[in-house]
Protein backbone atom coordinates (compact mmCIF):
# COMPACT_ATOMS: atom_id res chain seq x y z
CA UNK A 1 0.00 0.00 0.00
CA UNK A 2 1.34 3.51 -0.50
CA UNK A 3 2.45 5.44 1.93
CA UNK A 4 2.88 9.24 0.38
CA UNK A 5 2.46 11.74 -2.42
CA UNK A 6 2.85 10.04 -5.71
CA UNK A 7 2.60 10.91 -9.18
CA UNK A 8 0.51 8.46 -11.46
CA UNK A 9 3.73 6.44 -11.71
CA UNK A 10 4.49 6.72 -8.41
CA UNK A 11 7.57 9.02 -8.56
CA UNK A 12 7.72 11.97 -5.59
CA UNK A 13 5.08 14.67 -6.30
CA UNK A 14 8.50 16.93 -7.06
CA UNK A 15 9.19 14.72 -10.33
CA UNK A 16 5.38 14.65 -12.01
CA UNK A 17 6.00 15.78 -15.85
CA UNK A 18 4.05 14.21 -18.77
CA UNK A 19 5.71 11.00 -20.47
CA UNK A 20 3.65 11.44 -23.42
CA UNK A 21 6.42 10.36 -26.36
CA UNK A 22 7.13 6.87 -24.44
CA UNK A 23 3.57 5.52 -24.56
CA UNK A 24 4.55 3.84 -28.64
CA UNK A 25 7.01 1.98 -26.57
CA UNK A 26 4.51 -0.16 -24.87
CA UNK A 27 0.96 0.44 -26.86
CA UNK A 28 2.35 -1.45 -29.74
CA UNK A 29 0.27 -4.31 -29.06
CA UNK A 30 -2.16 -2.12 -27.33
CA UNK A 31 -3.85 0.54 -29.05
CA UNK A 32 -5.76 3.67 -26.94
CA UNK A 33 -7.27 6.57 -28.45
CA UNK A 34 -9.60 9.67 -27.27
CA UNK A 35 -12.38 12.10 -28.13
CA UNK A 36 -16.17 12.16 -29.16
CA UNK A 37 -18.69 10.72 -31.86
CA UNK A 38 -19.55 12.81 -35.06
CA UNK A 39 -22.93 15.25 -34.95
CA UNK A 40 -25.68 13.83 -36.91
CA UNK A 41 -27.68 16.29 -38.75
CA UNK A 42 -31.03 15.53 -36.05
CA UNK A 43 -28.32 17.12 -33.26
CA UNK A 44 -28.24 13.46 -31.91
CA UNK A 45 -24.18 12.01 -32.21
CA UNK A 46 -23.61 8.72 -33.90
CA UNK A 47 -21.33 6.04 -33.15
CA UNK A 48 -17.34 6.56 -34.11
CA UNK A 49 -16.40 4.64 -36.42
CA UNK A 50 -13.05 2.27 -36.20
CA UNK A 51 -11.14 -0.29 -37.63
CA UNK A 52 -8.99 -2.54 -36.53
CA UNK A 53 -5.85 -4.56 -38.09
CA UNK A 54 -3.72 -6.93 -36.51
CA UNK A 55 -0.28 -7.97 -37.49
CA UNK A 56 -0.30 -12.20 -37.14
CA UNK A 57 3.44 -12.31 -37.83
CA UNK A 58 5.86 -12.59 -34.59
CA UNK A 59 3.08 -12.68 -31.67
CA UNK A 60 4.14 -12.13 -28.30
CA UNK A 61 4.91 -14.54 -25.79
CA UNK A 62 2.11 -16.71 -24.18
CA UNK A 63 0.32 -14.94 -21.43
CA UNK A 64 1.31 -16.94 -18.49
CA UNK A 65 -1.12 -19.60 -16.83
CA UNK A 66 -0.44 -17.37 -12.70
CA UNK A 67 -0.66 -13.85 -14.86
CA UNK A 68 -3.65 -12.93 -12.28
CA UNK A 69 -2.81 -12.32 -8.59
CA UNK A 70 -4.25 -10.58 -5.65
CA UNK A 71 -2.27 -8.66 -3.19
CA UNK A 72 -3.34 -7.66 0.58
CA UNK A 73 -1.32 -6.30 3.60
CA UNK A 74 0.12 -8.87 5.45
CA UNK A 75 -2.21 -7.34 8.55
CA UNK A 76 -4.72 -9.11 7.06
CA UNK A 77 -2.51 -12.68 6.26
CA UNK A 78 -4.02 -14.09 9.25
CA UNK A 79 -7.77 -13.29 8.35
CA UNK A 80 -7.16 -14.50 5.27
CA UNK A 81 -5.60 -17.62 6.47
CA UNK A 82 -8.69 -18.51 8.17
CA UNK A 83 -10.87 -18.28 4.46
CA UNK A 84 -9.13 -22.22 3.93
CA UNK A 85 -11.40 -23.39 6.42
CA UNK A 86 -14.68 -21.23 5.60
CA UNK A 87 -16.44 -18.93 3.64
CA UNK A 88 -16.06 -18.75 -0.42
CA UNK A 89 -12.64 -17.42 -1.12
CA UNK A 90 -10.96 -20.39 -2.19
CA UNK A 91 -14.07 -20.88 -4.75
CA UNK A 92 -13.55 -17.70 -6.12
CA UNK A 93 -9.63 -18.20 -6.68
CA UNK A 94 -10.58 -21.54 -8.55
CA UNK A 95 -12.66 -19.52 -10.81
CA UNK A 96 -10.18 -17.42 -12.13
CA UNK A 97 -7.32 -20.17 -12.28
CA UNK A 98 -3.92 -20.31 -11.11
CA UNK A 99 -2.68 -17.45 -9.53
CA UNK A 100 -0.06 -15.71 -7.33
CA UNK A 101 -1.45 -14.47 -3.85
CA UNK A 102 0.91 -11.62 -2.74
CA UNK A 103 1.01 -10.69 1.27
CA UNK A 104 2.68 -7.98 1.55
CA UNK A 105 2.38 -3.99 1.61
CA UNK A 106 3.29 -1.08 4.11
CA UNK A 107 2.08 -3.27 7.10
CA UNK A 108 5.02 -5.81 6.33
CA UNK A 109 7.60 -3.24 7.54
CA UNK A 110 6.08 -1.48 10.04
CA UNK A 111 2.95 -3.40 12.17
CA UNK A 112 4.03 -7.23 11.36
CA UNK A 113 6.54 -9.14 12.88
CA UNK A 114 7.02 -13.04 13.05
CA UNK A 115 7.10 -14.79 15.75
CA UNK A 116 7.86 -18.53 16.92
CA UNK A 117 9.87 -20.11 19.94
CA UNK A 118 12.66 -18.68 18.94
CA UNK A 119 11.82 -15.01 18.35
CA UNK A 120 9.40 -13.16 20.73
CA UNK A 121 7.26 -10.61 19.11
CA UNK A 122 8.95 -7.64 18.93
CA UNK A 123 7.43 -4.29 20.83
CA UNK A 124 6.95 -2.14 16.98
CA UNK A 125 4.86 -5.32 16.05
CA UNK A 126 1.03 -4.17 16.57
CA UNK A 127 0.22 -8.19 15.08
CA UNK A 128 2.22 -10.91 14.16
CA UNK A 129 2.86 -13.94 11.69
CA UNK A 130 2.89 -17.25 13.16
CA UNK A 131 3.30 -20.95 11.85
CA UNK A 132 -0.27 -22.02 12.02
CA UNK A 133 -0.96 -18.84 9.65
CA UNK A 134 1.53 -20.52 7.12
CA UNK A 135 -0.50 -24.01 7.75
CA UNK A 136 -3.57 -22.71 6.94
CA UNK A 137 -2.07 -20.30 3.76
CA UNK A 138 -1.02 -23.87 2.68
CA UNK A 139 -4.28 -25.19 2.67
CA UNK A 140 -6.02 -22.47 0.96
CA UNK A 141 -3.31 -22.27 -1.62
CA UNK A 142 -3.60 -26.18 -2.11
CA UNK A 143 -7.60 -25.83 -2.23
CA UNK A 144 -7.35 -22.86 -5.07
CA UNK A 145 -4.65 -23.51 -7.34
CA UNK A 146 -2.30 -20.65 -6.53
CA UNK A 147 0.67 -19.77 -4.88
CA UNK A 148 2.17 -17.44 -1.92
CA UNK A 149 4.41 -14.63 -2.69
CA UNK A 150 5.56 -13.82 0.52
CA UNK A 151 7.35 -10.29 2.05
CA UNK A 152 9.75 -10.13 4.64
CA UNK A 153 10.38 -7.04 6.81
CA UNK A 154 13.55 -5.07 6.06
CA UNK A 155 12.28 -1.54 7.84
CA UNK A 156 12.54 -2.87 11.28
CA UNK A 157 16.48 -4.85 10.05
CA UNK A 158 16.59 -8.57 11.83
CA UNK A 159 18.44 -10.82 9.29
CA UNK A 160 17.77 -13.73 11.62
CA UNK A 161 13.94 -13.25 12.41
CA UNK A 162 13.50 -13.17 8.47
CA UNK A 163 15.68 -16.37 8.31
CA UNK A 164 13.40 -17.64 10.57
CA UNK A 165 10.41 -16.85 9.04
CA UNK A 166 11.72 -18.06 5.64
CA UNK A 167 12.91 -20.89 6.49
CA UNK A 168 9.41 -21.95 8.25
CA UNK A 169 7.42 -20.55 4.82
CA UNK A 170 9.18 -22.86 2.54
CA UNK A 171 9.12 -26.06 5.11
CA UNK A 172 5.46 -25.48 5.34
CA UNK A 173 4.42 -23.78 2.03
CA UNK A 174 6.83 -25.87 -0.30
CA UNK A 175 6.36 -25.75 -4.06
CA UNK A 176 3.28 -23.10 -2.93
CA UNK A 177 5.54 -20.38 -1.71
CA UNK A 178 6.30 -18.49 -5.17
CA UNK A 179 9.30 -16.35 -3.51
CA UNK A 180 9.88 -14.20 -0.95
CA UNK A 181 10.71 -10.02 -1.35
CA UNK A 182 12.89 -8.11 1.47
CA UNK A 183 10.89 -4.96 2.21
CA UNK A 184 7.92 -2.84 0.37
CA UNK A 185 8.50 0.22 -1.12
CA UNK A 186 11.93 0.28 -0.01
CA UNK A 187 12.92 3.27 -1.99
CA UNK A 188 10.46 5.30 -0.13
CA UNK A 189 11.84 4.45 3.43
CA UNK A 190 14.41 7.71 3.50
CA UNK A 191 11.39 9.78 3.13
CA UNK A 192 9.37 7.52 5.92
CA UNK A 193 11.80 8.20 7.82
CA UNK A 194 12.53 4.10 8.14
CA UNK A 195 15.89 4.43 7.18
CA UNK A 196 18.17 8.08 7.34
CA UNK A 197 19.65 9.47 4.36
CA UNK A 198 21.33 9.15 2.12
CA UNK A 199 19.44 5.72 1.33
CA UNK A 200 20.17 4.27 -1.89
CA UNK A 201 19.79 1.13 -4.01
CA UNK A 202 23.51 0.23 -3.38
CA UNK A 203 22.62 0.73 0.52
CA UNK A 204 19.18 -1.23 0.48
CA UNK A 205 20.82 -4.36 -1.68
CA UNK A 206 23.24 -4.19 1.18
CA UNK A 207 20.89 -5.15 3.54
CA UNK A 208 18.97 -7.75 1.12
CA UNK A 209 22.61 -9.70 0.78
CA UNK A 210 22.47 -10.11 4.66
CA UNK A 211 19.29 -11.54 4.85
CA UNK A 212 19.84 -13.90 1.72
CA UNK A 213 23.12 -14.76 3.51
CA UNK A 214 20.74 -15.10 7.21
CA UNK A 215 18.50 -17.46 4.98
CA UNK A 216 21.07 -19.41 2.90
CA UNK A 217 22.45 -20.43 6.10
CA UNK A 218 18.85 -21.94 7.23
CA UNK A 219 17.36 -23.04 3.82
CA UNK A 220 18.13 -23.29 0.21
CA UNK A 221 15.91 -22.86 -3.23
CA UNK A 222 13.77 -19.64 -1.95
CA UNK A 223 13.27 -17.61 -4.85
CA UNK A 224 13.83 -14.02 -4.74
CA UNK A 225 11.17 -11.36 -6.22
CA UNK A 226 12.11 -7.49 -5.83
CA UNK A 227 12.23 -4.82 -5.34
CA UNK A 228 8.89 -4.12 -5.09
CA UNK A 229 9.42 0.08 -5.51
CA UNK A 230 7.05 2.18 -5.59
CA UNK A 231 7.06 3.81 -9.20
CA UNK A 232 8.87 2.52 -12.58
CA UNK A 233 11.34 5.44 -11.88
CA UNK A 234 12.63 4.44 -9.24
CA UNK A 235 12.60 1.24 -10.66
CA UNK A 236 15.11 1.88 -13.77
CA UNK A 237 17.59 2.87 -10.73
CA UNK A 238 16.32 -0.22 -8.34
CA UNK A 239 15.64 -2.49 -10.31
CA UNK A 240 18.64 -2.43 -12.17
CA UNK A 241 20.36 -3.20 -9.27
CA UNK A 242 18.54 -5.66 -7.69
CA UNK A 243 19.14 -7.46 -11.08
CA UNK A 244 22.50 -7.32 -11.03
CA UNK A 245 23.80 -7.58 -7.05
CA UNK A 246 20.87 -10.61 -6.51
CA UNK A 247 19.74 -12.51 -9.82
CA UNK A 248 16.03 -12.59 -8.47
CA UNK A 249 13.98 -14.74 -10.01
CA UNK A 250 11.63 -12.19 -10.30
CA UNK A 251 11.37 -8.07 -10.70
CA UNK A 252 8.49 -6.81 -9.07
CA UNK A 253 7.00 -3.17 -8.92
CA UNK A 254 4.05 -1.02 -8.16
CA UNK A 255 1.66 1.43 -9.71
CA UNK A 256 -1.17 3.67 -8.91
CA UNK A 257 -2.82 5.50 -11.84
CA UNK A 258 -4.22 7.84 -9.02
CA UNK A 259 -2.65 10.05 -5.96
CA UNK A 260 -5.50 10.14 -2.81
CA UNK A 261 -3.65 13.63 -2.07
CA UNK A 262 -3.99 15.27 -5.83
CA UNK A 263 -5.56 18.35 -6.30
CA UNK A 264 -7.85 18.32 -8.55
CA UNK A 265 -9.10 15.19 -6.54
CA UNK A 266 -8.93 11.76 -8.53
CA UNK A 267 -12.25 11.67 -10.47
CA UNK A 268 -13.75 8.89 -12.47
CA UNK A 269 -12.72 10.45 -16.09
CA UNK A 270 -9.30 11.12 -14.75
CA UNK A 271 -9.10 7.49 -14.48
CA UNK A 272 -10.25 6.72 -17.67
CA UNK A 273 -8.65 9.47 -19.40
CA UNK A 274 -6.41 8.89 -22.42
CA UNK A 275 -3.61 10.79 -20.13
CA UNK A 276 -3.52 8.17 -17.70
CA UNK A 277 -3.14 5.29 -20.34
CA UNK A 278 -0.07 7.19 -21.74
CA UNK A 279 1.54 7.81 -18.55
CA UNK A 280 0.35 3.96 -17.87
CA UNK A 281 2.02 3.35 -20.87
CA UNK A 282 5.17 5.16 -20.46
CA UNK A 283 5.64 3.53 -16.84
CA UNK A 284 5.01 -0.11 -18.11
CA UNK A 285 8.06 0.51 -20.95
CA UNK A 286 10.53 1.59 -18.53
CA UNK A 287 9.90 -1.05 -16.13
CA UNK A 288 9.79 -3.88 -18.72
CA UNK A 289 12.74 -2.37 -20.58
CA UNK A 290 14.41 -2.73 -17.48
CA UNK A 291 13.58 -6.24 -17.14
CA UNK A 292 14.36 -6.94 -20.16
CA UNK A 293 17.86 -5.70 -20.09
CA UNK A 294 18.74 -7.78 -17.26
CA UNK A 295 16.67 -11.00 -18.99
CA UNK A 296 14.48 -10.92 -16.20
CA UNK A 297 10.95 -11.42 -15.61
CA UNK A 298 8.74 -8.47 -14.36
CA UNK A 299 5.65 -8.51 -11.94
CA UNK A 300 3.59 -5.57 -11.62
CA UNK A 301 2.84 -7.37 -7.61
CA UNK A 302 0.80 -4.38 -6.41
CA UNK A 303 -1.59 -1.91 -8.56
CA UNK A 304 -5.13 -0.65 -8.23
CA UNK A 305 -6.84 2.79 -8.68
CA UNK A 306 -5.96 5.21 -6.34
CA UNK A 307 -3.18 5.54 -3.41
CA UNK A 308 -3.77 5.16 0.09
CA UNK A 309 -6.55 2.18 0.30
CA UNK A 310 -8.68 3.91 -2.78
CA UNK A 311 -11.52 6.51 -3.33
CA UNK A 312 -15.14 5.45 -2.34
CA UNK A 313 -17.09 6.59 -5.87
CA UNK A 314 -14.45 5.63 -7.97
CA UNK A 315 -12.42 2.58 -6.44
CA UNK A 316 -15.22 0.75 -5.47
CA UNK A 317 -17.35 1.63 -8.89
CA UNK A 318 -17.54 -0.06 -12.74
CA UNK A 319 -15.12 2.60 -13.56
CA UNK A 320 -12.47 0.06 -11.56
CA UNK A 321 -13.20 -3.00 -13.17
CA UNK A 322 -13.39 -0.88 -16.86
CA UNK A 323 -9.37 0.82 -15.65
CA UNK A 324 -8.63 -2.47 -14.56
CA UNK A 325 -9.40 -4.48 -18.21
CA UNK A 326 -7.48 -1.63 -19.65
CA UNK A 327 -4.17 -1.89 -17.52
CA UNK A 328 -4.39 -6.06 -17.07
CA UNK A 329 -4.35 -6.45 -21.05
CA UNK A 330 -1.93 -3.69 -21.82
CA UNK A 331 0.23 -5.55 -18.98
CA UNK A 332 -0.17 -8.88 -21.03
CA UNK A 333 0.71 -6.74 -24.15
CA UNK A 334 3.87 -5.21 -22.78
CA UNK A 335 5.51 -8.51 -22.05
CA UNK A 336 5.05 -8.80 -18.31
CA UNK A 337 4.43 -11.84 -16.56
CA UNK A 338 1.66 -10.88 -14.09
CA UNK A 339 -0.38 -8.13 -12.18
CA UNK A 340 -1.48 -8.55 -8.69
CA UNK A 341 -4.31 -6.29 -7.77
CA UNK A 342 -4.10 -4.68 -4.49
CA UNK A 343 -7.59 -5.45 -1.83
CA UNK A 344 -8.18 -4.95 2.18
CA UNK A 345 -10.82 -7.46 2.85
CA UNK A 346 -12.55 -5.56 5.54
CA UNK A 347 -12.78 -2.48 3.14
CA UNK A 348 -15.59 -2.70 0.68
CA UNK A 349 -15.72 1.46 0.01
CA UNK A 350 -11.86 1.41 -0.96
CA UNK A 351 -9.82 -0.35 -3.91
CA UNK A 352 -10.16 -4.03 -3.53
CA UNK A 353 -11.47 -7.02 -5.87
CA UNK A 354 -13.80 -8.99 -3.29
CA UNK A 355 -14.58 -7.60 0.09
CA UNK A 356 -16.73 -8.65 3.63
CA UNK A 357 -19.73 -6.34 3.55
CA UNK A 358 -20.07 -6.75 7.58
CA UNK A 359 -18.03 -7.87 10.26
CA UNK A 360 -19.96 -11.02 10.53
CA UNK A 361 -19.25 -11.80 6.39
CA UNK A 362 -15.54 -10.74 7.48
CA UNK A 363 -15.72 -13.47 10.09
CA UNK A 364 -17.45 -16.20 8.44
CA UNK A 365 -15.28 -15.80 4.94
CA UNK A 366 -18.02 -14.81 3.19
CA UNK A 367 -16.99 -12.64 0.49
CA UNK A 368 -18.85 -10.70 -2.20
CA UNK A 369 -17.24 -9.74 -5.70
CA UNK A 370 -16.51 -6.06 -6.14
CA UNK A 371 -16.42 -4.32 -9.76
CA UNK A 372 -13.16 -5.45 -10.32
CA UNK A 373 -13.42 -9.19 -9.77
CA UNK A 374 -15.15 -9.51 -12.72
CA UNK A 375 -12.46 -7.64 -14.62
CA UNK A 376 -10.24 -10.78 -13.97
CA UNK A 377 -13.14 -13.19 -14.58
CA UNK A 378 -13.11 -11.78 -18.07
CA UNK A 379 -9.17 -11.19 -17.98
CA UNK A 380 -8.78 -15.30 -17.04
CA UNK A 381 -10.12 -16.09 -20.24
CA UNK A 382 -6.85 -14.96 -22.16
CA UNK A 383 -4.36 -16.94 -20.16
CA UNK A 384 -2.33 -18.79 -22.16
CA UNK A 385 -2.83 -16.47 -25.80
CA UNK A 386 -0.26 -14.45 -27.26
CA UNK A 387 -0.63 -11.09 -28.19
CA UNK A 388 -0.62 -9.91 -31.07
CA UNK A 389 0.61 -5.88 -32.90
CA UNK A 390 -2.94 -3.89 -32.87
CA UNK A 391 -3.50 -1.07 -34.87
CA UNK A 392 -6.49 1.04 -34.68
CA UNK A 393 -8.01 3.76 -37.06
CA UNK A 394 -10.27 6.39 -36.13
CA UNK A 395 -11.06 9.27 -37.25
CA UNK A 396 -12.76 10.92 -34.74
CA UNK A 397 -11.04 9.35 -31.63
CA UNK A 398 -13.05 7.56 -29.59
CA UNK A 399 -12.12 7.19 -26.24
CA UNK A 400 -11.47 3.57 -26.47
CA UNK A 401 -8.65 0.22 -26.14
CA UNK A 402 -8.26 -2.48 -28.25
CA UNK A 403 -5.95 -5.61 -27.44
CA UNK A 404 -6.01 -8.61 -29.72
CA UNK A 405 -4.59 -11.90 -28.77
CA UNK A 406 -3.78 -15.38 -30.53
CA UNK A 407 -5.36 -18.61 -28.74
CA UNK A 408 -3.31 -21.87 -29.35
CA UNK A 409 -6.04 -23.40 -31.14
CA UNK A 410 -5.64 -20.68 -33.83
CA UNK A 411 -9.09 -18.32 -32.51
CA UNK A 412 -8.51 -14.36 -31.86
CA UNK A 413 -9.62 -12.30 -29.22
CA UNK A 414 -10.35 -8.96 -28.89
CA UNK A 415 -10.45 -7.28 -26.07
CA UNK A 416 -12.86 -3.64 -26.41
CA UNK A 417 -12.71 -0.91 -23.36
CA UNK A 418 -15.12 1.76 -24.67
CA UNK A 419 -14.44 4.19 -21.81
CA UNK A 420 -16.59 7.54 -22.63
CA UNK A 421 -19.42 8.20 -19.89
CA UNK A 422 -22.68 6.42 -19.76
CA UNK A 423 -25.62 8.05 -22.77
CA UNK A 424 -22.09 8.75 -25.41
CA UNK A 425 -23.10 7.38 -28.64
CA UNK A 426 -20.88 4.42 -28.65
CA UNK A 427 -18.51 3.01 -31.41
CA UNK A 428 -19.00 0.58 -34.43
CA UNK A 429 -16.33 -0.90 -35.19
CA UNK A 430 -14.85 -3.42 -37.94
CA UNK A 431 -12.53 -5.53 -36.94
CA UNK A 432 -10.33 -6.71 -39.88
CA UNK A 433 -9.58 -10.63 -38.90
CA UNK A 434 -8.66 -12.92 -42.31
CA UNK A 435 -11.19 -14.93 -44.53
CA UNK A 436 -9.93 -17.92 -42.67
CA UNK A 437 -11.94 -16.97 -39.58
CA UNK A 438 -15.48 -18.14 -39.44
CA UNK A 439 -17.42 -16.80 -36.71
CA UNK A 440 -17.73 -14.28 -33.66
CA UNK A 441 -18.78 -14.40 -30.16
CA UNK A 442 -19.13 -11.74 -27.72
CA UNK A 443 -19.04 -11.34 -24.48
CA UNK A 444 -19.66 -8.55 -22.58
CA UNK A 445 -19.09 -6.45 -18.87
CA UNK A 446 -21.73 -3.98 -18.00
CA UNK A 447 -23.52 -1.97 -15.62
CA UNK A 448 -25.52 0.78 -15.68
CA UNK A 449 -22.82 3.46 -15.38
CA UNK A 450 -19.27 4.10 -14.47
CA UNK A 451 -20.35 5.05 -11.28
CA UNK A 452 -22.37 1.77 -10.44
CA UNK A 453 -21.69 0.33 -7.36
CA UNK A 454 -23.74 -2.79 -8.00
CA UNK A 455 -25.47 -4.55 -11.50
CA UNK A 456 -21.97 -5.26 -12.68
CA UNK A 457 -22.56 -8.01 -15.20
CA UNK A 458 -20.75 -10.27 -17.16
CA UNK A 459 -22.12 -12.01 -19.81
CA UNK A 460 -25.44 -10.69 -17.97
CA UNK A 461 -24.57 -12.69 -15.42
CA UNK A 462 -23.47 -11.79 -11.86
CA UNK A 463 -21.12 -13.33 -9.16
CA UNK A 464 -23.25 -15.76 -7.20
CA UNK A 465 -23.57 -15.83 -3.29
CA UNK A 466 -21.26 -18.49 -3.50
CA UNK A 467 -18.24 -16.84 -5.39
CA UNK A 468 -19.08 -18.77 -8.61
CA UNK A 469 -19.92 -17.41 -12.19
CA UNK A 470 -21.26 -19.24 -14.15
CA UNK A 471 -20.87 -18.25 -18.28
CA UNK A 472 -24.06 -18.12 -20.27
CA UNK A 473 -24.96 -21.24 -22.10
CA UNK A 474 -25.37 -19.24 -25.75
CA UNK A 475 -23.35 -15.88 -26.58
CA UNK A 476 -24.17 -13.23 -29.01
CA UNK A 477 -22.92 -14.12 -31.94
CA UNK A 478 -21.66 -11.99 -35.61
CA UNK A 479 -20.62 -13.53 -38.89
CA UNK A 480 -17.54 -12.76 -40.77
CA UNK A 481 -17.76 -11.38 -43.94
CA UNK A 482 -15.34 -10.51 -46.28
CA UNK A 483 -13.18 -11.09 -43.09
CA UNK A 484 -14.41 -8.38 -41.09
CA UNK A 485 -16.47 -8.75 -38.16
CA UNK A 486 -18.91 -5.67 -37.45
CA UNK A 487 -20.01 -5.09 -34.03
CA UNK A 488 -21.13 -1.76 -32.02
CA UNK A 489 -19.93 -1.13 -28.90
CA UNK A 490 -21.62 1.50 -26.29
CA UNK A 491 -19.98 3.36 -23.92
CA UNK A 492 -19.09 2.27 -20.46
CA UNK A 493 -18.54 -1.13 -21.77
CA UNK A 494 -15.90 -3.81 -22.04
CA UNK A 495 -16.25 -6.56 -25.11
CA UNK A 496 -14.50 -9.98 -25.43
CA UNK A 497 -15.04 -10.75 -29.23
CA UNK A 498 -13.75 -14.49 -29.68
CA UNK A 499 -13.36 -15.13 -33.50
CA UNK A 500 -13.13 -18.29 -34.47
CA UNK A 501 -11.07 -20.21 -37.25
CA UNK A 502 -12.49 -22.10 -39.77
CA UNK A 503 -11.74 -25.87 -39.20
Not at 92 to 106: D, F, N
Not at 349 to 378: D, K, R
Not at 490 to 498: F, G, M, Q, S
Amino acid sequence: MKRSRRDPDGAPRTRLRRVALALGLVIAMSAAISAQGVQRSDGGQQPARVTVSISPGKPGVPVPREFLGLSFELSSASQIASYADSGNFARMLRSLGPGILRLGGASADTRVAWRDAHTPRPAWASSVLVAADLHRLRRLAAESGWRVLLTLGLAHYDPLAAAREATAARRILGGLLAGIEVGNEPDSYGRHELRTLPWTASTYETEVSSYRRAIGRRSSAIPLAGPGVSGSRAFVRWGAAEARRQRPALLTGHHYPLRCDSVPPPTIESLLSERIRALEGASLARYLAVARTRHTSFRMDETNTVSCGGRPGISDTFASALWAVSYITQAMSAGAVGVNLQGAPANCSGYSPVCAPSPASLASGALQAQPEWYALLLTSMLTGDRPLRTRVAAPQKPNIVVSALRAPEGSLKFVIVEDDPAGAPGVALKLHVGAQMRSARVLELSAPAPNSRSGVLLGGRAVAGDGSWQPPRQLRRIPVRGGVVSLSVPAARAVLVTVAARP
